[in-house]
Every structure is written in C-alpha cells, then in structure tokens.
C-alpha cells in the first residue's frame, strides 16, 4: 500500500504545478512531492509548496521521506504518550466504547 499523500490518484489539481527560477524567471514544474528540481539554467529550486506534515504522524515517515528532523521525532513520541493517556482520539474521555 502507498501512501495517500504520495498516491497520485489522490492528488488533486493543484498539486502539480510551475514555479519561477528566482535565476532567469523560467518556469520550473514541481510535483507536490518532490523537494527540489533544476531549472534549465542550471539553478536548484527548492519546492515552495512542499509540506511534509505527515511526517510528524506518520509511523512510515522515515520509510517514505527518508530522515526525519529530529525534533519532529519528538513530536511523534509526546503526541503518542498523550494518545496514551487520554485514549484514541479522546474516546476513553468520552465515555464511548471501540
């Protein structure tokens, strides 16, 4: 199974779109998951839309992204000992059943 984030039958319009090289003002087209792309004059643009959110709850983040930042690791973890606590999502709190 891919991820949806990265399963381009999920994507929609706005995902796939041109960014001007700061260089020579050539347009440069960018997929929603890539980080960076070379503009013909040779210039390596960093993806301004790149958001890799997921990766601060997605167990496979590291398999899909590669590494991940070391305070977004810290996240995760403090974000799952809070899971912990309080139950999925809050449903202990609630009262509620699984």
Same mark, same amino acid.
């Given at each position: $199974?891919? =991820?949806? #984030?990265?399963? $381009?039958?999920?994507? !929609?319009?706005?995902?796939?779109?041109?960014?001007? =090289?700061?260089? @020579?003002?050539?347009?440069?087209?960018?997929? !929603?998951?890539?980080?960076?792309?070379? @503009?013909? =004059?040779?210039?390596?643009?960093?993806?301004?839309? $790149?958001?890799? *959110? +997921?990766?601060?709850? +997605?167990?496979?983040?590291?398999? =899909?992204? #590669?590494?991940?930042?070391?305070?977004?690791?810290?996240?995760?973890?403090?974000?799952? *000992?809070?899971?912990?606590? #309080? *139950?999925? *999502? #809050?449903?202990?709190?609630?009262?509620?059943?699984?």
């Amino acid at each position: $199974m891919r =991820c949806p #984030g990265q399963d $381009m039958r999920f994507w !929609k319009p706005g995902d796939i779109f041109e960014a001007e =090289c700061p260089k @020579c003002g050539g347009k440069v087209e960018f997929f !929603k998951d890539e980080v960076r792309r070379k @503009c013909r =004059c040779g210039h390596e643009i960093v993806n301004p839309k $790149m958001d890799l *959110g +997921c990766a601060e709850w +997605c167990q496979y983040a590291e398999q =899909c992204i #590669g590494v991940v930042p070391e305070e977004v690791k810290a996240r995760q973890r403090a974000e799952q *000992g809070d899971l912990l606590k #309080g *139950g999925i *999502g #809050g449903v202990r709190q609630q009262g509620l059943r699984l």
